[in-house]
């Protein structure tokens, strides 16, 4: 199966709100990913890779140890950097992507209530003290305009699932979706 087939069929497991099909899609692509991170000599290959020297040079001070790689923009760049860090090139990009998605889907209740937006109003430094005004400000347009409409949260981060099964297409909700990635790390 192709990357875009891989993408339709979790798209539309998502819309029809076929839970098992996204674990198994999901499980299938974890596994095949952990065996290749187990395999991986990450360190020569990053060390390899071209420097991104504006990004370098917005490195505060204070953070000196970190080094700024470029890859791709192309609306993958959050899965571009993942697959990059695991195998040195784009690849697995696509993987991750659909892993995302799956993953949004099949937890979306337990990020439509995560502590940590909680966390963000408790420090206080944030213009808003409604959660729910928060929330809106991590979705893309079309999980905006889902809220908007529903004022559901967990149907708003379903929409961000299927939002993310669109290949190339930049989406929000990055905060979620690298806790996302963290689960199969």
Same mark, same amino acid.
């Given at each position: 199966?192709?990357?875009?087939?891989?993408?339709?069929?979790?798209?539309?497991?998502?819309?029809?709100?076929?839970?098992?099909?996204?674990?198994?899609?999901?499980?299938?692509?974890?596994?095949?990913?952990?065996? %290749?991170?187990? *395999?991986?000599?990450?360190?020569?290959?990053?060390?390899? $890779?071209?420097? +991104?020297?504006? =990004? /370098?040079?917005?490195?505060?001070?204070?953070?000196?140890?970190?080094?700024?790689?470029?890859?791709?923009?192309?609306?993958?760049?959050?899965?571009?950097?993942?697959?990059?860090?695991?195998?040195?090139?784009?690849?697995?990009?696509?993987?991750?992507?659909?892993?995302?998605?799956?993953?949004?889907?099949?937890?979306?209740?337990?990020?439509?209530?995560?502590?940590?937006?909680?966390?963000?109003?408790?420090?206080?430094? %944030?213009?808003? *003290?409604?959660?729910?005004?928060?929330?809106?400000?991590? $979705?893309?347009? +079309?999980?905006? =305009? /889902?809220?908007?409409?529903?004022?559901?949260?967990?149907?708003?981060?379903?929409?961000?699932?299927?939002?993310?099964?669109?290949?190339?297409?930049?989406?929000?909700?990055?905060?979620?979706?690298?806790?996302?990635?963290?689960?199969?790390?």
């Amino acid at each position: 199966m192709d990357n875009m087939e891989n993408f339709e069929l979790l798209r539309r497991s998502v819309l029809d709100r076929d839970k098992s099909q996204c674990q198994v899609i999901h499980a299938q692509l974890i596994n095949g990913i952990r065996d %290749i991170i187990r *395999d991986c000599p990450k360190i020569e290959m990053l060390q390899r $890779l071209k420097e +991104d020297m504006l =990004a /370098n040079a917005l490195i505060p001070d204070d953070n000196l140890c970190y080094e700024a790689k470029k890859v791709p923009g192309d609306g993958n760049c959050l899965y571009n950097c993942v697959s990059i860090f695991i195998t040195g090139d784009t690849s697995l990009s696509w993987k991750i992507r659909i892993i995302v998605a799956a993953e949004l889907f099949i937890r979306a209740s337990d990020y439509a209530d995560h502590p940590i937006f909680d966390d963000v109003l408790a420090c206080k430094k %944030i213009f808003t *003290d409604h959660s729910d005004t928060l929330f809106s400000l991590i $979705l893309s347009d +079309d999980g905006g =305009a /889902n809220f908007d409409r529903t004022r559901n949260r967990e149907d708003a981060i379903i929409c961000e699932s299927v939002k993310t099964c669109e290949d190339n297409s930049f989406c929000s909700f990055c905060y979620f979706k690298i806790k996302c990635l963290i689960t199969f790390w």
